[in-house]
Nanobody
Framework: QVQLVESGGGLVQAGGSLRLSCAAS????????MAWFRQAPGKEREFVAL????????FYGDSVEGRFTISRDYAKNTVYLQMNSLLPEDTAIYYC?????????????????WGQGTQVTVSS
């Protein structure tokens, strides 16, 4: 059974940085797409970034392009989201997600596996 466990959230001032981690277990992920989504209060879950585990190709949502970087550590089976130049509107619960196969999947319904989420709060 695939398990995803996020960590690294917290409170940061605008302009600051945070790095989120997603520890993945339960299988090998060579044919998987790993992604980060976020959900702010009263809003729908929003695509942030995705990475193909094997090729390490990445894609980003428009609102984070140029500020956030998704990456993975093969040996640790961990996916990271480096968030720089944070804005108050980046405040949300951030979720790690995984799906079998590749393709630019930006909808939450396309992902089978989810972590429990980690809170990121950016103060102005």
């Amino acid at each position: 059974q695939v398990q995803l466990v996020e960590s690294g959230g917290g409170l940061v001032q605008a302009g600051g940085s945070l790095r989120l981690s997603c520890a993945a277990s339960g299988r090998t992920f060579n044919s998987y797409t790993m992604a980060w989504f976020r959900q702010a209060p009263g809003k729908e879950r929003e695509f942030v970034a995705l990475l193909y585990w094997s090729s390490q190709d990445t894609f980003y949502g428009d609102s984070v392009e140029g500020r956030f970087t998704i990456s993975r550590d093969y040996a640790k089976n961990t996916v990271y989201l480096q968030m720089n130049s944070l804005l108050p509107e980046d405040t949300a619960i951030y979720y790690c997600a995984a799906r079998s196969g590749v393709g630019i999947a930006r909808e939450p319904t396309q992902y089978k596996y989810w972590g429990q989420g980690t809170q990121v709060t950016v103060s102005s």
